[in-house]
């Protein structure tokens, strides 16, 4: 038998809100760790290549081709993460 939707609603607002937390949180840490490394970096880089600009650069490009390119074909695993988990199959 199928409960009432307001007898499944009282439950789902503190799980919503630990939820918009955990998210907050995420995104919030990303955006840190991006802002650190962002400007250090092509320094760091430059430094390990013994101050050759150009192999540099390139390097540069090949961190942020694969960074892309790791975004693309894994967002489709954490999709399926998400669709595997419990809350998600109690709806």
Do not use: N
Request: proline share 5%; charged share 15%; glycine share 6%.
């Amino acid at each position: 038998m199928m409960d009432a939707p307001s007898d499944r609603s009282e439950g789902e607002a503190p799980r919503r809100r630990a939820a918009l937390a955990f998210i907050f949180v995420t995104v919030l840490l990303d955006m840190l760790a991006l802002g650190i490394i962002v400007p250090v970096l092509p320094k760091l880089v430059l430094s390990f290549e013994g101050g050759d600009s150009a192999t540099a650069a390139t390097m540069y490009g090949v961190f942020g081709t694969v960074f892309a390119a790791m975004q693309f074909l894994r967002a489709h695993d954490a999709e399926l993460i998400v669709a595997a988990s419990p809350s998600h199959l109690q709806s």
